[in-house]
């Protein structure tokens, strides 16, 4: 990259969007330098092996929506596997595995809270979801947790326009192989200045200036996909600043949190009769979801949400594990967290190039995901998870907000 050279477009960001984007301006000929802060692209895509040959994914996993998920295609073309869903389940309650009848009233909760949130949408006044549904069933807690862990937020900060606005089709398809693998494919053929952060923009004069950590480049437009997270810590400098509906987007779409937390085995200890998901529904406690044995692999992975996870995350990588541990005991006795040998404990809002896990639009803020969307002067767009009206917090909501500002600016 030379300062002289002036590109089409700078994208700030390897991650879904930014890489939706780079696909889009290649095909329309496009010239661009795509800068990735951190050592590899995917961003909040991230695939490790948690033992050899056993992925794990840090962030994303699951193709929501899956019927209308562009990425089902990108995962078959690339020969990256993955299952139609995981079904069995669990929960343990009162200190008891839970019967039929108890599956039944939880899903009958699980329906009637659904339907207070419909029907509060129809009111000309946002509201949160805890003030839309039943606060004191039995099924509450297990409810709220679900939700932090789907929303990263909690239940009081979860607009219940946005919520309505999210289009579920209930398909979730988890990658066997990985989401990060998959997004690793997908930025294969794009040449990418990783360890390169943007510092400012410079937007003052014709076109744009960018001053990085590797030097300063020069293109007519700008693509910024960077997290709500980012934006809001004022990571990164806006010259002039940016105008104060940009800001006031930024600030009604924070980043919640939710971590993983994954125990590896040297070996198979729950046999084939333990469901593949498992949830404990402590009473005194926040209640917390495992995955068992995905895929049949040896581990397990549990789950935090909204401000528990942040609160786990800031007493440490062993705490949260001596947490999951804990937890499982409970479920399965003390002996079966015995043959742990690996670990990994994500820790998303540490990170630093993300600061949090994924958007939640705050009550009355759910139109802020299109002004986020909005690009200002025709010379900075915005793309990333935080802009998608309809699948916000996913990986192919973040793909194709990329490609759709990649279009906007032809
Ligand atoms: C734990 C977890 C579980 C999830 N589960 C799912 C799931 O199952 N299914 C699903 O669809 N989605 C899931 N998501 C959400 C999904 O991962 C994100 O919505 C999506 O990956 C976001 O993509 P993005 O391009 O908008 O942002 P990012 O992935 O954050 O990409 C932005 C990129 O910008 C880079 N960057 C930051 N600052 C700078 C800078 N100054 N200069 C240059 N580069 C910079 C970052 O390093 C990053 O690579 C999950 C997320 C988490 C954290």
Redesign the pocket.
Known sequence: MTENQEYDVAI???????LGAARALTQQGKSFVL????HR?????YTEEVLPGVPFD???????SASLNPMVKFADDFGVSYTKGRSSRAIHSNGKWSDDDDFADWDSFNERQQKLIEKSALSDTDCSTFDATEREHRWTPLYDYWSSVLASCDVDQISIADFMAYNDTGENWPLKGG?GTLLSHLGADFRVSLN????TINWSDKGVKLD?TKGTVRAKRVLV???TG?LAAG??SFVPELPDWKSEAVSGLPLGN???ICLAYDRDVFGTDVPSGVTTDAIDDVPMAFDIRPFGFNYVVGLTGGRFADWLERAGQQASLDYAEKKLQALFGSDITKHVTAHIV?A?RSDP??KG??SCALPGQAHQRAELAKPIDEIIYF????TSPEFY??????FL??IAAAEEMT
């Open positions: 700030v960001g390897a991650g879904a969007a930014g800068f990735e802060a951190s692209i995917g961003g909040r895509g840090l962030g994303c996993h699951w193709m929501h989401y390169c952060a943007v510092q990085t996909t960077v997290s980012i990571d990164i939710h971590n993983r994500t998303w190039w993300t896990a994924y793309a990333g998870e935080a917090s996913t990986a192919h909501g973040a907000s990329g």
